[in-house]
């Protein structure tokens, strides 16, 4: 098993690849962004738009955790708490992009922000060229999409697993037609998501072999496992686990 560790990024999640692909191309005249998030793209957004000289602001849901609010705020982004869901974070991010002339950016519904993330089955398949299995952490859908985008045109044979929390099973109704019902929270705050990105469906409907649904014990059970294990560990043939979305 080959663990990619993405909490080791700067701003210990995967997302600043996406924001970094998406800021980095934004055009020269851009005033500043606004984004919504629980945490991970949060602070993506707002590290690399204090790097590129950009104003930001982030909207965080209310139950998104203080050492993730205060980590946005440190990278200079100004954060407003709203609502009690991604959703109502989203649409207050919407009328904030309006009323701010500012340029949205999405978390997951976006090319760009998909192909930043996509950049991890590259590196993955760099260095374990015979992988055949990905497993990767489902909530919006971005770091699937990008992922299965980059591995399947390296090794068409591949195959990419997508891991949801039954709390959140959005992506999978999607999918496969199912009706699971939504909960309300999740020790993975991170992937909480009602409803899953537009461009993200499309392509994990075309190249996602398929989506499994976890409860919350197999969480916790592999979050102690890691820590038990520590990140440290040797590549080997089989599958890959891509940790977080």
């Known amino acids: 098993m080959y663990l990619k560790s993405e909490n080791l990024q700067f701003t210990a999640s995967f997302k600043e690849r996406g924001a970094c692909n998406k800021l980095a ?35 965080m849901p209310r139950f998104t955790p203080g050492v993730k609010v205060e980590r946005t705020r440190g990278f200079g982004a100004e954060v407003v708490l709203h609502g009690d869901t991604l959703d109502e974070a989203r649409t207050h991010a919407l009328a904030l992009d309006e009323q701010e002339n500012l340029t949205f950016v999405h978390p997951y519904d976006d ?13 993955m ?24 985008t980059g591995a399947k045109a390296i090794r068409p044979g591949i195959e990419v697993v997508g891991v949801q929390t039954s709390r ?12 699971y019902p939504q909960g309300t929270s999740s020790i993975a705050e991170g992937i909480a998501v009602g409803s899953p990105g537009k461009l993200p469906l499309a392509v994990i ?36 686990v891509e940790a977080g979305d």
């Open 25 to 59: 191309q934004l055009p020269p005249e851009t005033r500043g962004v606004v984004a919504m998030s629980a945490g991970n793209h949060a602070q993506g957004v707002a590290y690399h738009a204090q790097r590129l000289g950009l104003r930001a602001i982030i909207v």
């Open 168 to 179: 959140f099973p959005a992506m999978v109704n999607a999918i496969k037609g199912t009706h």
């Open 111 to 123: 090319e760009q922000m998909m192909a930043g993330q996509g950049t991890i089955a590259l590196e």
């Open 205 to 240: 409907a075309r190249l996602v072999d398929d989506l499994v649904l976890v409860d919350e014990g197999d969480i916790e059970q592999a979050i102690v496992m890691l820590l038990e294990l520590g990140s440290g560990r040797s590549p080997a043939q089989g599958a890959s």
């Open 125 to 148: 398949l760099q260095d374990v060229p015979d992988l055949d299995t990905l497993i990767v952490a489902v909530g919006g859908g971005g770091l699937i999409a990008g992922m299965a």
